[in-house]
């Protein structure tokens, strides 16, 4: 999955000496130590492996960050300038890439980016069944609630979305699904009959011409932020198609407290909050709450 | 035998003399249609903003039987399958001046390298440059192409006058 984007010594290394189902991160940075973010913790990146010690780690050049970048974009950084924009390039194996360089803004409008100097790549997974122990309080009779996944960032909201895509498309035939794929990395592994997508638009328009066009019977989107992500939910509820979504927080009380959410979580549009943590590692399922805030399961 | 050995003679100094300007032809024929090329890149990274491979792989085969492989060198370096180094690049481009073959390689290095202003601008720059190149391939071609030619069949003459 990788081989196309890191350098030939980092992948062989990474291949042969790293168990890369563990693998959630992979960050470089100019003339710094190349990290590796094992079942949630850093390590560098060494000649034989992860390893602890800065002495044996491998460093990444201006050279290396560029070239991740460039091949990132499939050798053509032009045509992905406005994924650049946003920060981020995702490749066509939903590899998410986080990038860090300098900002060209004109007249207020971001231009693109630059001068790249690091780069994080964030691995998919897929977790098979990852979303069952929840899916119960979700789905029944059916009819799936409106819901929230709720945690802070790299604790599997991704892939517990995506797990839901799947298991909803293999038991609940009934269900038009449309994966609304701002970032272009939810649709990775999601192999369903009954899963349509729209990719790389914002919520506003991704929303609005979905239901327009798709008529779907639930949207399924990643990391809702801003108040136009917001009245799009809404709309859609108003619509009578449900939501299934993701929200950095780190727990529902925090949640509750900002103020883009207040009138979402007042009028009770989401029915179950599915809480993840890294507590014991990435998508450490904490638990499933009604649209009380009170705990229904585990 | 002395009569056909004479043809002989004179037909190998024409042809040596066609081979040599074959070479202003085909470095003529290399410029067009690397002018051609950058042309195309520039147009559809400006609209189409499709991914370099696969603008390269769709430009015209007439025009990349010109291109004295550099295509397909530069494709297999986006495929990860080479480094792109001068060495490689240039294998089969023995027509080309050092100097040549460095504008053309820091070309093919700027690609798809920035968004699209930049990169249409880079490509612009180069074309102009290539434009140059072109109108000097041109001259050299009318100049020394023709005098190539000319001089094989002179000598060819020349031999056979001897011998006969």
Known sequence: MLEKVLPDKFHKILNEKVNMKAVNEIRLRVDKPVVVNVSGRNYFLGENGVTSSITNSLYASKIIVEDVIFRASECSIYSVNEQIKRGFIVTDEAVRIGIGGNLIEENGHIKTMNNFCSCNIRVPHVVKNCSLSAYAYIVHDDTVENTLVVSPPACGKTTFLRDFAYQLSQRNLSYNVLLLDERGELDCGVNSNFTDKIAFATKKIGFENGIRSLSPDIIITDEIGQEEDVEAIMYASSCGVKVMASVHSDSIETLSKKAIFSQILKDKIFKRFVVLSKRNGPGTFEGVYNENFSRIYR | ?164
Do not use: P, W
């Open chain 2, 1 to 164: 035998m002395k009569y056909v050995l004479i043809l002989i003679i004179f037909g190998l100094c024409t042809f040596v003399g066609y081979l040599f300007s074959l070479k202003y032809l085909r470095r003529k024929k290399f410029f067009n249609s690397l002018i051609a090329f950058a042309d195309k890149l520039s147009l559809e990274i400006n609209f189409s903003r499709e991914r370099l491979k696969i603008l390269i792989m769709n430009f015209d085969e007439n025009n990349k039987k010109n291109l004295l492989d550099i295509d397909k060198k530069f494709v297999d370096f986006l495929d990860k399958k080479c480094e792109l180094n001068e060495e490689e690049v240039f294998k089969k481009a023995n027509i080309l001046t050092a100097e040549e073959k460095n504008m053309v390689f820091m070309f093919l290095k700027t690609l798809g390298r920035s968004d699209v202003e930049n990169q249409t601008k880079e490509i612009q720059n180069f074309l102009t440059r290539f434009q140059d190149l072109k109108n000097k391939c041109d001259e050299e071609q009318k100049k020394y192409g023709s005098l190539s030619l000319k001089l094989g069949i002179v000598v060819g003459l020349f031999c056979a006058i001897i011998m006969f």
